[in-house]
Protein backbone atom coordinates (compact mmCIF):
# COMPACT_ATOMS: atom_id res chain seq x y z
CA UNK A 1 0.00 0.00 0.00
CA UNK A 2 1.59 3.53 -0.97
CA UNK A 3 2.00 6.21 2.23
CA UNK A 4 -0.86 8.01 1.11
CA UNK A 5 -3.57 4.62 1.42
CA UNK A 6 -1.46 4.13 4.91
CA UNK A 7 -2.41 7.64 5.76
CA UNK A 8 -5.68 7.41 5.01
CA UNK A 9 -6.60 4.22 7.05
CA UNK A 10 -4.16 6.07 9.77
CA UNK A 11 -6.57 9.15 9.95
CA UNK A 12 -9.18 6.50 10.09
CA UNK A 13 -8.01 4.70 13.28
CA UNK A 14 -6.38 1.65 11.78
CA UNK A 15 -3.25 0.89 14.27
CA UNK A 16 -1.79 -1.87 11.36
CA UNK A 17 -1.43 1.41 8.84
CA UNK A 18 0.15 3.56 11.19
CA UNK A 19 2.46 0.08 11.91
CA UNK A 20 3.47 -0.25 8.49
CA UNK A 21 4.03 3.87 8.38
CA UNK A 22 6.61 3.39 11.40
CA UNK A 23 8.29 0.07 9.91
CA UNK A 24 8.82 2.12 6.69
CA UNK A 25 10.17 4.98 7.71
CA UNK A 26 11.58 4.99 11.86
CA UNK A 27 14.71 4.05 10.85
CA UNK A 28 15.67 7.10 8.23
CA UNK A 29 13.79 9.19 11.04
CA UNK A 30 16.11 7.90 13.81
CA UNK A 31 19.21 7.91 12.32
CA UNK A 32 18.74 11.75 11.06
CA UNK A 33 18.17 12.51 15.08
CA UNK A 34 21.34 10.73 15.76
CA UNK A 35 23.42 12.12 13.58
CA UNK A 36 22.17 15.34 14.97
CA UNK A 37 22.49 14.97 18.33
CA UNK A 38 25.55 13.08 17.72
CA UNK A 39 24.20 9.79 19.55
CA UNK A 40 22.74 10.96 21.82
CA UNK A 41 20.88 8.69 24.24
CA UNK A 42 17.68 9.89 23.57
CA UNK A 43 17.59 10.16 19.86
CA UNK A 44 15.02 6.96 19.81
CA UNK A 45 12.72 9.59 21.90
CA UNK A 46 13.30 12.29 19.96
CA UNK A 47 12.50 10.34 16.82
CA UNK A 48 9.28 8.45 18.12
CA UNK A 49 7.74 11.86 18.81
CA UNK A 50 7.42 12.69 15.59
CA UNK A 51 5.65 9.42 15.50
CA UNK A 52 3.45 10.33 18.61
CA UNK A 53 2.71 13.70 16.01
CA UNK A 54 1.37 12.06 13.51
CA UNK A 55 -0.52 9.48 15.37
CA UNK A 56 -2.31 12.17 17.10
CA UNK A 57 -2.91 14.18 13.83
CA UNK A 58 -2.45 12.26 10.69
CA UNK A 59 -4.34 15.24 8.95
CA UNK A 60 -1.77 17.37 9.75
CA UNK A 61 0.47 15.90 6.98
CA UNK A 62 -1.37 17.58 3.55
CA UNK A 63 0.54 15.66 1.17
CA UNK A 64 1.08 11.82 1.56
CA UNK A 65 4.01 11.83 -0.77
CA UNK A 66 5.65 14.31 1.66
CA UNK A 67 5.43 11.81 4.93
CA UNK A 68 8.83 10.84 4.84
CA UNK A 69 10.08 14.77 4.63
CA UNK A 70 7.91 15.99 7.36
CA UNK A 71 8.46 12.69 9.87
CA UNK A 72 12.13 14.31 9.41
CA UNK A 73 11.27 17.83 9.76
CA UNK A 74 9.48 17.11 13.02
CA UNK A 75 12.47 14.67 14.39
CA UNK A 76 14.66 17.46 13.28
CA UNK A 77 12.56 20.32 15.38
CA UNK A 78 12.71 18.12 18.62
CA UNK A 79 16.69 17.52 18.03
CA UNK A 80 16.86 21.16 17.66
CA UNK A 81 14.65 22.20 20.67
CA UNK A 82 16.84 19.38 22.78
CA UNK A 83 19.51 20.94 21.99
CA UNK A 84 18.70 24.48 23.17
CA UNK A 85 17.61 23.45 26.14
CA UNK A 86 19.65 23.84 29.39
CA UNK A 87 20.80 20.37 30.79
CA UNK A 88 23.23 19.05 33.41
CA UNK A 89 26.43 17.81 32.49
CA UNK A 90 26.35 15.16 29.54
CA UNK A 91 28.04 11.83 30.65
CA UNK A 92 30.45 12.63 26.99
CA UNK A 93 31.82 15.18 28.90
CA UNK A 94 33.33 13.83 31.85
CA UNK A 95 36.79 13.23 32.17
CA UNK A 96 38.34 10.06 30.00
CA UNK A 97 40.80 7.78 31.68
CA UNK A 98 44.00 7.47 30.09
CA UNK A 99 44.16 4.09 27.89
CA UNK A 100 48.19 2.93 29.37
CA UNK A 101 48.65 0.90 26.19
CA UNK A 102 47.50 3.42 23.77
CA UNK A 103 50.06 5.01 21.71
CA UNK A 104 50.28 8.70 21.29
CA UNK A 105 51.76 8.27 17.76
CA UNK A 106 49.67 5.38 16.66
CA UNK A 107 47.34 5.75 13.88
CA UNK A 108 43.71 5.97 14.63
CA UNK A 109 41.62 2.59 13.77
CA UNK A 110 38.23 2.81 11.98
CA UNK A 111 36.49 3.20 15.42
CA UNK A 112 38.44 6.23 16.50
CA UNK A 113 38.32 7.74 12.98
CA UNK A 114 34.83 7.76 12.32
CA UNK A 115 33.90 8.64 15.90
CA UNK A 116 36.09 11.57 15.28
CA UNK A 117 34.56 12.53 11.93
CA UNK A 118 31.08 12.20 14.15
CA UNK A 119 32.53 14.86 16.34
CA UNK A 120 33.43 17.23 14.14
CA UNK A 121 30.20 16.86 12.13
CA UNK A 122 27.67 17.62 15.58
CA UNK A 123 30.20 20.78 15.78
CA UNK A 124 28.95 21.89 12.62
CA UNK A 125 26.28 24.20 12.81
CA UNK A 126 21.97 22.86 12.99
CA UNK A 127 21.17 23.47 9.69
CA UNK A 128 24.63 23.00 8.19
CA UNK A 129 24.41 19.37 9.91
CA UNK A 130 20.62 18.82 9.47
CA UNK A 131 21.39 18.87 5.50
CA UNK A 132 24.46 17.05 5.20
CA UNK A 133 22.62 14.17 7.06
CA UNK A 134 19.62 14.39 5.27
CA UNK A 135 21.76 14.39 1.52
CA UNK A 136 24.61 12.58 2.53
CA UNK A 137 23.54 9.66 5.05
CA UNK A 138 19.76 9.64 4.25
CA UNK A 139 19.83 9.79 0.63
CA UNK A 140 17.57 12.56 -0.30
CA UNK A 141 17.70 14.53 -3.33
CA UNK A 142 18.75 18.14 -3.06
CA UNK A 143 15.06 18.88 -4.03
CA UNK A 144 13.73 16.52 -1.11
CA UNK A 145 16.16 17.76 1.38
CA UNK A 146 15.23 21.65 0.85
CA UNK A 147 11.50 20.54 1.19
CA UNK A 148 12.21 18.88 4.54
CA UNK A 149 14.61 22.05 5.27
CA UNK A 150 12.02 24.93 4.16
CA UNK A 151 14.49 26.44 2.03
CA UNK A 152 15.44 26.93 -1.87
CA UNK A 153 17.56 24.76 -3.81
CA UNK A 154 20.15 27.07 -3.64
CA UNK A 155 19.64 27.87 -0.10
CA UNK A 156 20.27 24.14 0.85
CA UNK A 157 23.56 24.19 -1.49
CA UNK A 158 24.69 26.94 0.05
CA UNK A 159 24.63 25.10 3.08
CA UNK A 160 26.06 21.94 2.17
CA UNK A 161 29.01 23.87 0.61
CA UNK A 162 29.80 25.58 4.22
CA UNK A 163 29.31 22.18 5.81
CA UNK A 164 32.01 20.52 3.72
CA UNK A 165 33.67 23.44 3.88
CA UNK A 166 33.54 23.52 8.01
CA UNK A 167 34.53 19.67 7.66
CA UNK A 168 37.59 19.89 5.63
CA UNK A 169 39.17 22.98 8.05
CA UNK A 170 38.28 21.02 10.95
CA UNK A 171 39.64 17.58 9.78
CA UNK A 172 42.92 19.48 7.71
CA UNK A 173 45.29 18.96 11.10
CA UNK A 174 44.60 15.12 11.42
CA UNK A 175 44.14 13.52 7.89
CA UNK A 176 47.45 11.66 7.86
CA UNK A 177 45.84 10.17 11.31
CA UNK A 178 42.40 9.23 9.90
CA UNK A 179 44.08 7.86 6.00
CA UNK A 180 46.29 5.61 8.33
CA UNK A 181 43.95 4.63 10.50
CA UNK A 182 42.12 3.14 7.56
CA UNK A 183 44.93 1.78 5.58
CA UNK A 184 45.85 -0.16 8.78
CA UNK A 185 42.48 -1.99 8.50
CA UNK A 186 42.42 -2.56 5.26
CA UNK A 187 39.56 0.01 4.11
Known sequence: MSDAGLLKAAAGGSHAAFAEIASRHYQPVYRLVWRMTNGAADAEDMA???FVKLWQNPAQVREAAALKGWLMRVAANAAIDRSRKPRGAALDEAPEVADPQARPDA?????QAARLVDARIAALPERQRLALSLVYFEGLSNIEAA???EVSVDALESLLARARRGLKESLSAGWRELL???AETGQ
Open 48 to 50: QEA
Open 107 to 111: PLDRE
Open 147 to 149: AVL
Open 180 to 182: GGL
